[in-house]
């Protein structure tokens, strides 16, 4: 009479999150810490590609994204925000709403402003919501693209830094960026631990280290491959390359969306104004070029609550110098032949604050050029009583 050998019981099986849990167990606070700083660096990747989804994809619908380049609508409006605008009929914009037109004093450029008076013959007088006053010249209905719906905070500083050369704020963002994709893999070697010792049905090696574990690895480093084994190392391969496509697809839709966003922005127009000059008895018309104030510079005025601001320039007489804190007008000279204007209104509850200041040309009425190089100041100041200095 024959004999049959008798079957081995099946082992117990074990669920992933156990296997994971014994496995980090044996790593103790430290492998706890992985996890944790992996998965909040993997959460703050997501919300950013969520921003720049939210910054991009209305596009599909025929909506503009644009980049805010300048701080004319803070407080509700920062720059590097990117506000997305609807398309409109124009016979139904009314006071109140956010508006993205062409910009009337240049041409080529956008402008984001809030509708704020009706002018004449139907046109829209309007003024940033930081500006003292309304804008200067009045917009046509028909130059409006669409009324500001969605806003996107400080998803574009980049393209902003980059445009304003500040390549210093943009390396470190880059350098963040990186730093925060390293992060998300922290966790790896933990997670490929416990799909190495979970096969593909959830059986999870026996507890209990020491000798039965070294035997066990032993007795299976001995057994013949059979095909459940083949199966297991499959799967293991195919689970890691899943994961690297995952990580290389997160990685390129944020490339993507960032870039996206850039392309959006408005060019900048380049142009040169004309003025007629008598040189014969009929005439001539030269040309001449909006050139920028360079060499700003900033003193303390004798007193405790001003500056005066000064710039060195090379250009035509112009009609007149502005100083500019991004596009909001401080001063403005009273002849084209200064070069230098004294500041010393403070702002309400500003306390220490420090702002960057340019100067801008104002040629042949409408032309402009601004200086790209800047000084700052300092501004304290609380109800009637303000200081302004270098």
């Known amino acids: 009479m024959s004999t049959h050998p008798a079957h081995a019981l099946p082992r117990h099986h074990a669920s992933a999150g156990a296997s994971v849990a014994a496995t980090v167990g044996t790593g103790g606070l430290a492998d706890w810490s992985r996890i944790v700083v992996a998965t909040v660096a993997r959460g ?104 500001a719906m969605v806003r996107v905070p400080a998803v574009g500083l980049p393209v902003v830094w980059a445009r304003e050369g500040d390549w210093a ?125 360079t060499a700003l510079t900033c003193t303390n005025t004798s007193g405790s609550s001003g500056v005066v601001i000064g710039w060195s320039y090379s250009g035509e007489t112009p009609e007149k110098f502005e100083l500019l804190y991004g596009s909001t007008v401080l001063a403005t000279t009273t002849a084209g032949t200064q070069r230098s204007v004294t500041y010393d209104q403070g702002a309400l509850l500003a306390l220490g604050n420090r702002y960057t200041l340019t100067v801008r040309t104002t040629l042949a009425g409408s032309w402009t050029a601004t200086s790209t190089s800047t000084t700052s100041v300092q501004v304290t100041a609380l109800l009637l009583v303000s200081a302004v200095r270098c």
């Open 169 to 293: 704020h943009l390396g470190l963002a880059a350098a963040a960026l990186a730093v925060l994709l390293v992060l998300t893999t922290l966790d790896s070697p933990l997670r490929r631990r416990a799909s190495s010792a979970t096969d593909v049905d959830g059986d999870a090696s026996p507890p209990g280290g020491g000798e039965r574990a070294g035997e066990d690895e032993e007795a299976r480093l001995a057994a013949p491959t059979t095909p459940r084994r083949l199966h297991r190392r499959l799967h293991r391969r195919l689970h890691r390359r899943t994961r690297r496509r995952r990580t290389t697809a997160a990685v390129s839709a944020a490339v993507i969306a960032t870039s996206t966003i850039g392309l959006m922005l408005p060019a900048e127009a380049v142009a040169a104004p004309f003025r007629a000059t008598t040189a014969s008895p009929t005439s001539s018309l030269t040309a001449t070029t909006v050139v920028a104030p």
């Open 44 to 147: 703050v990747v997501a919300a950013l590609l969520g921003l720049a989804f939210w910054a991009v994809a209305p596009a599909v619908l025929g909506w503009q994204p644009t980049t805010v380049m300048t701080g004319s609508m803070a407080p509700r409006i920062h720059v590097g925000d990117v506000v997305v605008s609807r398309p409109v009929d124009p016979l139904s914009l009314h006071q109140g709403q956010v508006l993205l037109f062409d910009d009337p004093d240049q041409a080529g450029h956008l402008r984001l402003h809030r509708f704020d008076a009706p002018g004449v013959d139907g046109a829209i007088v309007t003024k940033g919501d930081a500006n003292p006053s309304a804008d200067s010249s009045p917009v046509a209905r028909e130059a409006v693209h669409g009324v």
